[in-house]
């Protein structure tokens, strides 16, 4: 069966560490999507890309890179970790393209980060 | 203001209530309605989507959506503990690329 997977589940980590959270689907989808999710804010939208070599900025991108080399794979950076960005993160892939009003987003089952 | 929002509870009710949940959104170009249940630990499933207004019905769920009130609403009927869960309301309008917007979530306990 198609999924998605991310790893690791629980991560902890000290400030001014890079960081990376992996995200692998196997839907084949084209558009994957990183989100943060935290008490009294729901989901928020970090990065996201509709494919190959294809991303762009969230809601909340500062201190977060992403880069797209294959279909299957959409790892979260952070550059230099802090402490606010402790969080759960949830990578979703949909099929589509940039210019698809909707289609139905199916999430991993998170990262659960620490910025000691 | 945020763009959507949803009254974060939490909410606990007896097994067999009648739940409602429910969010306001400002956007007037949405047009694609979301309800994703979150159990805990777990990443967020797709319960009901609603296109533009209207209800719809699945089982002990009811989506309905009034557009000309920024209004969207989720019934359970005869609530489980199986549902005890955060539900999420989620948003999109044409040419958003996919993109969702979403509320904060509310817990919702349902005790035997």
């Known amino acids: 069966d198609a999924e998605i997977t991310q790893s690791p589940r629980h991560k902890i980590t000290e400030t001014g560490r890079q960081v990376t959270l992996a995200c692998h689907q196997t839907?084949?989808?084209?558009?994957m999507f990183w989100y943060r999710q935290d008490l009294g804010h729901g989901l928020r939208l970090i990065h996201y890309s509709y494919g190959v070599q294809d991303t762009n900025k969230g809601e909340v991108s500062d201190g977060y890179s992403v880069s797209r080399s294959n279909t299957e794979d959409l790892p979260l950076t952070l550059e230099s970790a802090a402490s606010s960005q402790t969080s759960v993160y949830f990578c979703?892939?949909?099929?589509?393209?940039?210019?698809?009003?909707?289609?139905?987003?199916?999430f991993g089952p998170g990262t659960r980060l620490t910025v000691l | 203001q945020k763009e959507v929002e949803q009254d974060p509870g939490p909410l606990s009710v007896p097994e067999g209530a009648i739940v409602s949940l429910n969010c306001t959104y400002s956007n007037s170009a949405f047009q694609y309605f979301m309800w994703y249940r979150q159990y805990s630990r777990k990443g967020p499933e797709l319960l009901m989507y609603t296109y533009s207004s209207g209800n719809k019905e699945d089982g002990r769920f009811t989506a309905q959506v009034d557009k000309s009130s920024k209004y969207i609403s989720l019934f359970i009927r005869d609530s489980q503990p199986s549902d005890s869960a955060t539900y999420l309301c989620a948003m999109s309008g044409y040419n958003q690329g996919g993109k969702l917007i979403f509320g904060q979530g509310t817990e919702l306990s349902v005790k035997p």
């Open positions: 979703a892939s949909s099929e589509g393209n940039r210019v698809v009003s909707y289609n139905e987003q199916f």
């Open positions: 839907w084949n989808h084209n558009n």
